[in-house]
């Protein structure tokens, strides 16, 4: 079994490598489109969010669920600052960020971050967030990265979660820390939170759906981190995956019989190249569960 951090190296290599070679053989409009185009074309999809015992008043408000920003060298300011602008316009009741704020390469990118969230939209009864991989810096081990990118979001107004519970008009926040950083245990937070009705769960990195801690949880787990492979052939999956779990791709993936994924596309990436797979900001419409 290859650890997950050794995975994670392995498959982000793989993505460049396979991205840059099929690219390098694609006509160069193709190659054009993938750079120039795709990377900011982004999808503002709208599904469906039944929650098991949601409170009346909030069937059919809305939740924008933002992830993998990247603020850093690769993502463009502005793209950044329009996405934001577009979001808020939707006046959306809820926002909730899962993670990978930032890609770290020093104190400029903690800089940038703190000026882009100044724009950041914000929900009207509430806006949520954790971190991910990447908002732990190098090796996803400093500390003292994640803990600034939790104070530059505070001090922005979300409320970050870090395997920690929040409640907003009724509906309930499990934030759980990321899976490849120091800081993964969430089945305390579980065991305690995951029984109450009206309950989101927020989890950047989807394999850890696979873990045995969540308990009596059932209902809904949003999460990023795959970027939807950003890369992959029409009619297929994409080829490389920074997951072990294949299946968890994008979009809704039934987990088991309690528990569904959603993932997020994202709105950022690691390199600048998407093909046949857009950014994606889901605002969702939540509603009563059967």
Same mark, same amino acid.
């Given at each position: ?36 185009? @795709? *990377? ?7 599904? @469906? ?11 059919? %408000? ?63 009864? !509430? ?47 499990? !934030?759980? @820390? ?5 800081? =993964?245990? *969430? ?41 939807? !492979?950003?890369?992959? *052939?029409?009619?297929? *999956? ?33 390199? %600048?190249?998407? =093909?046949?797979?857009?950014? @994606? ?10």
């Amino acid at each position: 079994t290859v650890a997950p951090l050794a995975t994670s190296m392995l498959t982000r290599r793989q993505l460049i490598t396979w991205g840059v070679s099929a690219l390098a053989a694609a006509p160069p409009g193709a190659l054009l489109y993938a750079w120039l185009v @795709e *990377p900011h074309w982004l999808d503002i999809t709208s599904p @469906e969010l039944p929650i098991r015992g949601l409170p009346p008043d909030l069937a059919g %408000r809305t939740l924008a669920h933002l992830s993998d920003l990247h603020i850093g060298p690769k993502v463009s300011d502005d793209y950044i600052d329009r996405t934001f602008a577009r979001i808020a316009q939707l006046q959306p009741d809820f926002v909730v960020c899962t993670g990978d704020w930032i890609t770290y390469r020093g104190r400029a990118q903690l800089e940038r971050l703190e000026r882009r969230l100044a724009g950041m939209p914000r929900g009207g009864l !509430g806006t949520v967030g954790i971190l991910g991989n990447h908002d732990y810096g190098r090796g996803w081990r400093m500390e003292n990265v994640a803990q600034q990118v939790t104070s530059i979001a505070t001090r922005a107004g979300v409320t970050m979660l870090r395997n920690q519970a929040a409640t907003f008009a009724g509906l309930q926040f499990l !934030g759980l @820390e990321d899976l490849w950083g120091p800081n =993964f245990g *969430p089945g305390g937070l579980l065991e305690r939170h995951g029984g109450a009705a009206a309950t989101l769960v927020l989890c950047h990195n989807p394999d850890a759906a696979d873990r045995p801690v969540w308990g009596a949880y059932q209902g809904w787990i949003l999460a990023g981190h795959t970027h939807g !492979g950003q890369c992959k *052939p029409p009619f297929l *999956p994409p080829p490389v995956l920074p997951v072990q779990n294949r299946r968890y791709t994008a979009g809704a993936i039934r987990v088991d019989e309690r528990r569904t994924l959603y993932i997020s596309r994202g709105v950022g990436h690691l390199r %600048r190249v998407r =093909f046949n797979v857009r950014p @994606e900001v889901p605002v969702f419409r939540l509603r009563r569960s059967e």
